[in-house]
């Protein structure tokens, strides 16, 4: 799955409730202007009672529309964190381009649970090959061919003839 949600939270800074809500209207009409249908499927901003934090709600239909999003607001986004503590949770399996772009920012992401489970089973195989290839280095070299691979993040163990 392709598609990422985003829960942005900010704590709002003593006598900054007006400065924030003008900075997350600015943001909004930009999401409206230049990303609504092409890419950006949610954006809603929500305050809590007290009007100290700041939530916005976000679902993008990958990563490349984060992406511009990022662009699109960064400006504003970044006069936000001037007046709030920025913290936020991505959900879903952002591309490599998105993680580092964002890699600065204190966001925790939590992958879709196949793809948590994809690589649990990776580590798993890849601990197993490192048995073999332990077990075997007690075998006579010259009877064995052990040769290992990485394909696209796999590993592929291959053992040859005598």
């Known amino acids: 799955m392709t598609k990422l949600h985003l829960i942005a939270r900010f704590k709002i800074h003593t006598g900054q409730i007006e400065a ?21 499927l949610l954006y809603e901003w929500f305050l809590n009672e007290q009007i100290s934090e700041g939530v916005a709600v976000e679902t993008y239909a ?16 970044g006069e936000i ?15 490599t381009q998105l ?10 992401v939590f992958l879709f649970w196949e793809e948590c489970d994809k690589i649990a089973k990776l580590f798993q195989y890849e601990s197993m090959v490192a048995e073999i290839i332990y077990l075997l280095s ?24 005598f």
């Open 81 to 95: 964190m001037q007046i709030s503590d920025f913290s936020g949770e991505l959900f879903g399996n952002p591309s």
């Open 138 to 161: 007690y075998f006579d070299k010259s009877m064995l061919k052990v040769k290992m691979k990485s394909l696209s993040g796999s590993c592929v163990f291959i053992v040859g003839g």
């Open 20 to 40: 924030f809500k003008k900075l997350s209207d600015q943001c909004t009409a930009i999401v409206n202007e230049k990303e609504k249908g092409k890419g950006n």
């Open 99 to 108: 993680q580092e772009a964002a890699s600065g920012l204190p966001i925790t």
């Open 62 to 77: 990958d990563s490349g529309a984060l992406l511009t999003h990022m662009g699109n607001v960064g400006a504003a986004l």
